[in-house]
């Protein structure tokens, strides 16, 4: 499957012209956690994906998902990118792994990464295994190792990526670094005109944050959405605003995210009261 993949972008490459935008998180910093959303879709119990700073590749932390104790429903938890574009295709560059924990993959156990088409919901979503963790590969010896070059293949529309960690009562323990992406797309807007053309003010604000927009750049707005500085998400916009009320937000650190057509641009921003 992977070969036909490499064979299809390969062609691809050398009869089309692209824009390459290249992604990376250490899972260490807001702006790098800003976007990633969490989906439980089995046990709502306090299992889940977390930011772990206690063994990393990068600096300050990874991704990890320790094991569920007890209970019989299914683990089935989902930790979903930002969007991105591969309508012309991509790559995961690298992506650092490491395993611990007392048991290996079972049957229907399931640790994977995924790309989620047309939604940011797997139930929603054409999902695509881009590579399992559950087979031999799966080493619990507490060692990171790096993943390179895995290909994501072309998607028209929406994507997203996703980690996903499913298993009844296993005793798995997983985490994720320093991951890196290249998407290639045909967009006309490079992204650093994208960053050019809006801007938020003022910075700090208080009880309004008021966004300035081109308005080529307005026509090609998909969402708009707020995270905090953990990367939580806030609030979800009009891909017509504005101007945002923040008088229920509390001081501190956010980041407001803006996804065209072409691009995705984030922007820093402080509140203060």
Same mark, same amino acid.
């Given at each position: 499957m992977y070969k036909s993949i490499f064979l299809s972008f390969f062609v691809l490459l050398l009869t089309t012209s692209f824009a390459q935008t290249e992604y990376y998180?250490?899972?260490?910093?807001?702006?790098? =956690?800003?976007?990633?959303?969490?989906?439980?879709?089995?046990?709502m119990g306090t299992y889940e994906w977390v930011l772990d700073a206690?063994?990393?590749?990068?600096?300050?932390?990874c991704l990890a998902h320790y094991y569920p104790v007890g209970g019989s429903i299914p683990t089935d938890d989902w930790y979903v990118s930002p969007l991105f574009d591969f309508s012309a295709g991509g790559w995961i560059d690298t992506l650092w792994n490491n395993y611990n924990g007392f048991g290996t993959p079972m049957a229907g156990d399931t640790i994977q990464l995924c790309l989620l088409n047309g939604s940011s919901d797997p139930d929603l979503a054409n999902v695509t295994v881009l590579y399992s963790f559950s087979d031999s590969t799966y080493m619990a010896d507490n060692t990171w190792r790096e993943l390179l070059m895995i290909p994501v293949g072309t998607h028209a529309g929406d994507s997203y990526l996703a980690f996903r960690y499913y298993t009844t009562n296993n005793w798995l323990d997983v985490k994720f670094d320093n991951l890196k992406v290249t998407s290639f797309s045909t967009a006309s807007i490079s992204k650093n005109d994208l960053n050019a053309n809006i801007s938020v003010f003022p910075n700090p604000a208080t009880d309004q944050l008021n966004l300035s927009l081109t308005e080529d750049v307005l026509e090609t707005i998909q969402t708009i959405t707020i995270y905090n500085s953990v990367g939580q998400l806030e609030e979800t916009l009009?891909?017509?605003?504005?101007?945002? =009320?923040?008088?229920?937000?509390?001081p501190g650190i956010y980041f407001i995210q803006i996804n065209t057509d072409n691009?995705?641009?984030?922007?820093?921003?402080?509140?203060?009261?």
């Open positions: 998180s250490g899972f260490d910093s807001p702006s790098e =956690n800003a976007g990633w959303t969490q989906i439980k879709k089995g046990d206690s063994s990393s590749v990068s600096p300050d932390s009009s891909s017509t605003s504005k101007q945002i =009320n923040l008088s229920s937000y509390t691009a995705e641009i984030t922007k820093k921003f402080v509140i203060t009261k």
